[in-house]
């Protein structure tokens, strides 16, 4: 007779186990398939090179922010000295009129105007057209010129204070800058950092070979005259006067220093930091910052009227500036993490050049 026995049912323990490692499973299954791949070379080095760009932007934020302190630093001790100056005059003042009273006072009384003066602040009694016919002419010329400081004074203050409150705005922003541009350099190693050591030297390598191909376009360019005869489509290799070209020369001279945010020479520049030195080291003096630089000169629109030792500038804020090098090619400080180099003008969004 074939057997009629239930078979054995499995144990509730050993169910609960099963179904566990079967969710824990299901779960492993799910995540593996959410999980973000690990970026490739190319989408780190886009994001890289974004977080570099919105870096320069603050950066040269920061510099325009730097500079207004200095000019305030330099506004208020201007300011501080001239109310030193002018209080050490009324002073002086002061006791000229003191030492009227009291040769009034030795030869029978003094003044009532010069009594009221030397007891309480004068403005309100010279407002008063009678006041001044009690006062012979010294004493009226006097109490005027004490008059007169007194508001000059209250004058430099006010705006030495109002000065102050602005300084102090102005570090706030400076702070507040420099944690952006700090922030972002951050976040850029950070993605740097998820590539590997080999991965992270092709990409230096393979910038610095385009930096090289660029030098070459540059300096292998035939010469044109500067009437601007034989330019081409990237540009005449003449340049635009003789200031530029020094300029343009001091710039070649810092080929390879490192870019550095906020820097300005001798030994690290950022991009408008390397324009102004190399301008001040022609004898021409420019504004700090690219934007302002971007509003002095010639504008020059098209790429086929530039000149060696024209300014360029990108983008579309125009937080990007650097040398226009002949044949197409810019020399510039680039971005953190690089050196002053040369680079082809088309890597960047173009708007328009400066001859100085």
Known sequence: MASHRRPK???????????????AAVALTSQ???????PTKKDVKEKVD?????????TEKYNGAKEK????????????DKVARGQDELNDLRDGLGSLATAQYRSGGIDPSVQLFLSSDPDDYLDKASALDQLSGKQADSLKKIQAKQRTLAQQRSEASGKLTDLADTRKVLGKKKKEVQGKLAEAQRLLNTLTAQERQKLQEEEQRASRASERAALD?????????????????????????SAYSAAQSKLGSPYVYGAQGPSSFDCSGLTSWAFA?????????????????????????LKVGDLVFFYSDLHHVGFYAGNGQILHAPKPGTVVRYESINNMPYMYGVRV
């Open 9 to 23: 049912q499995p144990s509730r323990t050993r169910v609960t186990v099963l179904t566990a490692t079967a969710a």
């Open 32 to 38: 593996a398939a959410q999980a973000d791949p690990k």
């Open 50 to 58: 974004k977080l570099y760009e919105e870096a320069e932007h603050a």
């Open 69 to 80: 302190q200095e000019k305030l630093e330099k506004q208020i001790d201007g300011l501080q």
């Open 221 to 245: 360019a035939p010469e044109t005259k500067a009437s601007g005869g034989g330019s081409t489509s990237g540009g005449s290799t003449a340049t635009g006067s003789g200031r530029a070209s």
């Open 281 to 305: 080291q022609a004898g021409v003096k420019i504004p700090r910052i690219s934007q302002d630089q971007a509003k002095i000169g010639t504008r020059i629109s098209s790429q086929s009227d």
